[in-house]
T-cell receptor, first 108, second 115 residues
C-alpha cells in the first residue's frame, strides 16, 4: 500500500526565514512524487513534481529514495507563501495518494 | 488553460434525497477524471476514477450504489450521492487529467451539507 506522511499540521516561520515542509512516503516500487498547494479560498494546484526537477516560486524538492522523503524547501519565505501544502504520490498509475497537509504560515 | 469547474459550489439537502455534482473540463478533453472527498482538517481521499465511456473504478470502501458516477462525455463527469445522509456531508473535489499529461487539474470543490 502507498502512504504519504506529513508530520507537521502547522508550520509557522518569519518572513525571510528558510522553510522546509517534510514529506515521507511508503511505496514498494518507484513512485512519482508531487507537491500541491492550496491558497486561501482557491483550488488545489500543482506546485512541482520530482521528475521535473524544477524550482517553482523559489521552492524545490529533492526525492531521497534512501530516506523515502520528498521535503519541500525554500531559502527565504515570503508572505504570499502562506497556504496549505500537500505532498502526494502515484505509483505507476495516475491515482494520487495525498498526505494530510501542512499549513504554512509566514509571519511578518 | 486546463481549467476544471464544478457545479454547484455548495448544496444543502434533506436526508434521503439525491444530489448531483457536475465536474467539467472547460478547455480540454479529459478521458479520465477523479472524485475525492475531504473531511474537515483531513486530507483528500480518492473515491473513484471516472473513465469516459466506461464504468467508474471505485476505491475500497466506497459504495458504488451510493456514489453513482457517470462520465458520458470527454468534458463532463457527474457524481450523484444517492439517498444522502448527514454522514455524507463533506467537501467533494474532482480533478481531470490534462491533455497528454499526467498532471491532474482540480476543480474548486463542492460543499455538501445533508440535514
Amino acid at each position: 500500500a502507498q502512504r504519504v506522511t506529513q508530520p507537521e499540521k502547522l508550520l509557522s516561520v518569519f518572513k525571510g526565514a528558510p522553510v522546509e515542509l517534510k514529506c515521507n512516503y511508503s511505496y514498494s516500487g518507484s513512485p512519482e512524487l508531487f507537491w500541491y498547494v492550496q491558497y486561501s479560498r482557491q483550488r488545489l494546484q500543482l506546485l512541482l513534481r520530482h521528475i521535473s526537477r524544477e524550482s517553482i516560486k523559489g521552492f524545490t524538492a529533492d526525492l531521497n529514495k534512501g530516506e523515502t522523503s520528498f521535503h519541500l524547501k525554500k531559502p527565504f519565505a515570503q508572505e504570499e507563501d502562506s497556504a496549505m501544502y500537500y505532498c502526494a504520490l502515484t505509483g505507476g498509475g495516475n491515482k494520487l495518494t495525498f498526505g494530510t497537509g501542512t499549513q504554512l504560515k509566514v509571519e511578518l | 488553460g486546463a481549467v476544471v469547474s464544478q457545479h454547484p459550489s455548495w448544496v444543502i439537502c434533506k436526508s434521503g434525497t439525491s444530489v448531483k455534482i457536475e465536474c467539467r473540463s472547460l478547455d480540454f478533453q479529459a478521458t479520465t477524471m477523479f472524485w475525492y472527498r475531504q473531511f474537515p482538517k483531513q486530507s483528500l481521499m480518492l473515491m473513484a476514477t471516472s473513465n469516459e465511456g466506461s464504468k467508474a473504478t471505485y476505491e475500497q470502501g466506497v459504495e458504488k450504489d451510493k456514489f453513482l458516477i457517470n462520465h458520458a462525455s470527454l468534458t463532463l463527469s457527474t457524481l450523484t450521492v444517492t439517498s444522502a445522509h448527514p454522514e455524507d456531508s463533506s467537501f467533494y473535489i474532482c480533478s481531470a487529467l490534462g491533455p497528454g499529461s499526467e498532471t491532474q487539474y482540480f476543480g474548486p470543490g463542492t460543499r455538501l451539507l445533508v440535514l
